[in-house]
């Protein structure tokens, strides 16, 4: 009786050795942990937790989340064309979220490719009429694609959208920004591709800080 209680225990080990663990889903904690990862600017690192989760089998909103934050962490790295290109599968696959077309114009903006920034912002501004940043970002794609008249005027209506927010700060901004534009052309180049540049980065900061909101895309 012994030897047949002790065979049997020992093919259950080796049934349960053979079927593993019982299964659970590490999503939680390797998403817990790329947030982490990138929040302390260790970005490299979080790329490849981002990357574990877009192809893993976790609901779709984590998977959307991870791939927005993919895009984001490496425009941080300065990859942008990266960047450009996970934003824009995003797009195609999900031609209604407004991140996903933030993102691409973010990028694009920050490689100069301002024609094609300029449709993705105007698309996100589609998708989300009242957000303000998107109009900036709009306004200095238009500006870097040497139509200053038409980004002066985008920039009335965001100041309009902020003043209605009560947005003090982007409501200021503005206004200082106008008449910067306009007179750039007294300047050597260096100036406006500094001024555009810098606030482009102002522009993905903001958006990366306050608007893009991972729990609303949570189920």
């Given at each position: 009786m012994i030897r047949k209680t002790t065979?049997?225990?020992a093919g259950l080990s080796v049934l349960l050795f053979l079927i593993g663990p019982a299964h659970t889903d590490p999503t939680p904690d390797l998403f817990a942990r790329?947030?982490?990862?990138?929040?302390?600017?260790?970005?490299?690192?979080?790329?490849?937790?981002?990357?574990?989760?877009?192809?893993?089998?976790?609901?779709?909103d984590l998977r959307t989340i991870a791939q927005l934050k993919l895009s984001?962490?490496?425009?941080?790295?300065g990859r942008f064309t990266k960047a450009a290109e996970t934003a824009r599968?995003?797009?195609?696959?999900?031609?209604?979220?407004?991140?996903?077309?933030?993102?691409?114009?973010?990028?694009?903006?920050?490689?100069?490719r301002f024609p094609e920034?300029?449709?993705?912002?105007?698309?996100?501004?589609?998708?989300?009429?009242?957000?303000?940043?998107?109009?900036?970002?709009l306004a200095l794609s238009l500006f870097g694609d040497g139509k200053t008249p038409e980004a002066a005027e985008v920039l009335r209506d965001a100041s309009d959208i902020f003043k209605k927010k009560k947005n003090i700060a982007w409501?200021?901004?503005?206004?200082?920004?106008?008449?910067?534009?306009?007179n750039f052309g007294r300047y050597p180049p260096d100036f406006s591709d500094l001024w555009l540049r810098n606030n482009i980065k102002l522009v993905r900061d903001t958006y990366e800080n306050l608007v893009f909101d991972m729990d609303s895309l949570r189920n």
């Amino acid at each position: 009786m012994i030897r047949k209680t002790t065979a049997w225990m020992a093919g259950l080990s080796v049934l349960l050795f053979l079927i593993g663990p019982a299964h659970t889903d590490p999503t939680p904690d390797l998403f817990a942990r790329a947030v982490e990862l990138d929040k302390n600017g260790f970005y490299i690192d979080s790329v490849k937790a981002w990357e574990q989760i877009m192809n893993s089998d976790s609901p779709e909103d984590l998977r959307t989340i991870a791939q927005l934050k993919l895009s984001s962490t490496y425009l941080k790295l300065g990859r942008f064309t990266k960047a450009a290109e996970t934003a824009r599968v995003l797009t195609e696959s999900q031609p209604d979220n407004f991140d996903a077309f933030f993102h691409l114009a973010n990028a694009l903006a920050g490689v100069r490719r301002f024609p094609e920034a300029i449709q993705a912002y105007r698309k996100a501004i589609e998708l989300r009429p009242q957000e303000g940043l998107a109009y900036v970002g709009l306004a200095l794609s238009l500006f870097g694609d040497g139509k200053t008249p038409e980004a002066a005027e985008v920039l009335r209506d965001a100041s309009d959208i902020f003043k209605k927010k009560k947005n003090i700060a982007w409501h200021q901004n503005i206004r200082i920004m106008i008449p910067q534009m306009k007179n750039f052309g007294r300047y050597p180049p260096d100036f406006s591709d500094l001024w555009l540049r810098n606030n482009i980065k102002l522009v993905r900061d903001t958006y990366e800080n306050l608007v893009f909101d991972m729990d609303s895309l949570r189920n």
